[in-house]
């Protein structure tokens, strides 16, 4: 079966996914619920964390390779912001760039592995994903780093939470946006200017496309991969940050099969997982497509049972819907 | 071999010295990790007691392995808090059968084989939840007006016999009571997940009088959502588990109107861990009291349960 001419735009084919999920919603509405304008705004916040590993994903998708460690970075991050900013005092204007570049260090440690050493990106990204958890858990002592302090003692002093937790988690624009939301639309257009405006970007897509005649037409592919898992540890590192002020605690287990999601974000919105094509837009509708799937399933409050087999039904479905030929 | 000879020889060296094996389940846990330091800081006083721990990390086949290499070592006493109780009754029934007794805690094995098992029960504490909240809710205006208070419940994993009992102890405690369940969604115990329902609860539901978690997490991810939309004044939160860093600070911080306390059993199983080195019989069942914190007992450390 040919498809017809619309339906050969990629854009087309990606926007379908997410009309078919939002015809859902506008059926099972749970008494007018998905016509508020409230149960968009929390949709919108709900899907910022993932949405922003997910624009890490896409930059790493696009050089053939695939970031398993994202969900423990943010683990990793989650505690080491709450540690600083709750319990060693750092002002937040230090702490969050330190964090970022935590995350960053981290991504740039998967990016040196998969492009100097060579090692595959399953391999790397699953064994700093098993490490940096690791890592999180040590910092953090096995607990959650909260307002709570424990004193050697072992009662507990209560300190109050730092301002930037309030300032990250608030609404703006009279209530009707999440700053977090804010945040994951910087990510996307961060990776927006990354992949369309500069040099780099194009490098990503080389790489991933064909590496060898990328190496031969001079692209530096291992610098292409450091950036590209470095940006990937930096964004887990700002969604962690987001997970923190929204918990108003660091949780060393935060992020746990998050990846999943980023991944399932990323190719939902019809990024290839073979690499070298892509787009961050399709990240931005995948995004949107997968918020509306759970915001809709948990305003009916359908049980959990049902809940993953429709979203396993209609991540199917969706990416079906993104295949070139209909065949 | 080696480890035996070790643990017999510290034995010796140190007359009245006995080691103890624990065996727990899952350290990714809060209040797992808060029994270990209950048990710690109740064999810290006694220093004939030496405490050995080994965390499986929630997975049944490692808790095997470690129960045996604790059998392997000579431990005098084994206290485990094992993740599944079919797969784990064999090591547990072998270390009994050898002689080491054995103190199950907070979750059970099959069987006999085994000295003391030491828990509470969350079908009880549901139902004390329940019917704490059918009292504090008598003065609810819907109630007053002959109709029912609106209450959101947030699940632990229902798969879950935690999350099972603590649902069906409270459902017996509110039936043919003025509460009405509007909204129930599986959170997993999970705070981020939570928050999630509770803004999915407050898209559909405009007057709800109280939302009971079967975790402190959970109910206090349901605050953060109810306090995002304003509506935080209007609503009382509940939930259980009252560890001091989480539920305790809840309450203290008025956020939760009541936690309740699942107890770990760290100082009793420290406690009935001497008596049966010392030779004294125990029950062959302890059953733990819980406590409820509210903002007017937090000082006094709670309030028992029936």
Redesign the interface.
């Known amino acids: 079966m040919k498809p017809p001419g619309w339906l050969s735009v990629p854009w087309m084919r990606a926007f379908l996914a997410l009309l078919l999920v939002l015809a859902v919603g506008a059926v099972w509405h749970?008494?007018g619920?998905f016509f508020?304008w409230?149960?968009h705004r929390?949709m919108l916040?709900?899907v910022a964390v993932p949405g922003i590993l997910a624009c890490g994903m896409t930059l790493v998708i696009i050089t053939g390779g695939i970031d398993l460690a994202v969900g423990s970075i943010l683990g990793l991050c989650a505690v080491t912001f709450a540690l600083l900013t709750i319990h060693c005092g750092w002002p937040a204007i230090v702490a969050l760039p330190a964090v970022v570049l935590l995350g960053a260090a981290g991504g740039a440690t998967s990016g040196t592995l998969v492009g100097r050493l060579r090692v595959q990106p399953f391999i790397a990204t699953l064994a700093l994903m098993v490490f940096a958890r690791g890592l999180a858990?040590f910092i953090a002592g096995?607990?959650?780093i909260?307002?709570?302090v424990?004193k050697p003692d072992?009662?507990?002093a209560?300190v109050a939470l730092p301002p930037v937790f309030q300032h990250l988690?608030a609404?703006l624009f009279g209530?009707n946006v999440?700053a977090v939301t804010l945040v994951f639309l910087g990510c996307v257009a961060v990776s927006w200017v990354v992949l369309t405006q500069l040099r780099y970007g194009r490098y990503l897509f080389a790489t991933g496309g064909n590496e060898e005649a990328a190496r031969y037409s001079g692209v530096p592919v291992t610098h292409a991969r450091l950036l590209a898992y470095g940006l990937s540890g930096a964004f887990a590192a700002v969604a962690g940050i987001c997970?923190a002020v929204?918990?108003?605690q660091g949780?060393p287990?935060?992020g746990v099969a998050y990846e999943l999601t980023a991944i399932a974000i990323a190719v939902i919105g019809g990024n290839s997982l073979a690499g070298g094509r892509g787009a961050i837009g399709f990240t931005l509708l995948g995004a949107l497509t997968i918020g509306y799937l759970?915001?809709i399933l948990?305003?009916n409050?359908v049980?959990?049972s049902s809940r993953l087999m429709l979203t396993g039904v209609i991540i199917v479905a969706a990416v079906l819907l993104q295949r070139r030929q209909l065949n | 071999m080696f480890a035996a000879s070790v643990a017999s020889q510290a034995a010796t060296d140190l007359g009245r010295r006995w080691t103890i094996g624990m065996s727990q389940c899952n350290l990714g846990e809060p209040w797992r990790v808060q029994m270990n330091a209950d048990l710690q800081r109740a064999a810290a006083v006694h220093p004939e007691l030496k405490l050995v721990f080994k965390d499986a990390q929630n997975d049944t086949l490692r808790q095997r392995a470690q129960i045996e290499e604790f059998i392997n070592s000579g431990i005098d006493l084994l206290i485990v808090s094992p993740k599944e109780a079919a797969p784990l009754t064999p090591p547990v029934a072998d270390a009994f059968k050898r002689g080491i007794p054995v103190i199950v805690l907070d979750r059970r094995v099959l069987g006999t084989s085994f000295t003391q098992f030491i828990g509470a029960d969350n079908r009880r504490i549901g139902r004390a939840a329940g019917e704490w909240i059918v009292r504090r809710l008598a003065s609810n205006p819907r109630v007053q007006a002959g109709g029912k208070a609106h209450v959101v419940e947030l699940k632990g994993l229902m798969t879950s016999t935690p999350g099972q009992d603590r649902s069906a102890g409270f459902r017996e405690a509110i039936k043919g009571q003025p509460v009405e369940i509007v909204f129930e969604a599986d959170m997993k115990w999970l705070e981020p997940e939570a928050r999630k329902e509770m803004e999915s609860a407050l898209a559909v539901h405009r007057d709800i009088d109280l939302v009971y978690a079967h975790n402190d997490p959970g109910a206090h991810g349901a605050y953060l959502a109810a306090r995002a939309g304003g509506h935080a004044k209007d609503i009382l939160f509940v939930g259980i588990d009252a560890l001091p860093h989480e539920g305790q600070a809840y309450v203290m911080q008025g956020l939760l109107a009541a936690t309740f306390e699942y107890p770990t059993g760290g100082v009793e199983a420290i406690n009935s861990a001497l008596r049966i080195l010392h030779g004294e019989k125990v029950p062959k069942e302890l059953s733990l009291p819980s406590r409820v914190f509210t903002r007017e007992n937090l000082e006094r450390g709670g309030e028992q349960l029936p």
Do not use: H, V
């Open positions: 749970a008494d619920a508020r409230n149960t929390d916040r709900q858990k096995g607990q959650k909260s307002a709570a424990l072992g009662t507990f209560y988690d609404r209530g999440a997970q929204q918990e108003q949780d287990e935060a759970e915001k948990s305003i409050a049980a959990q």
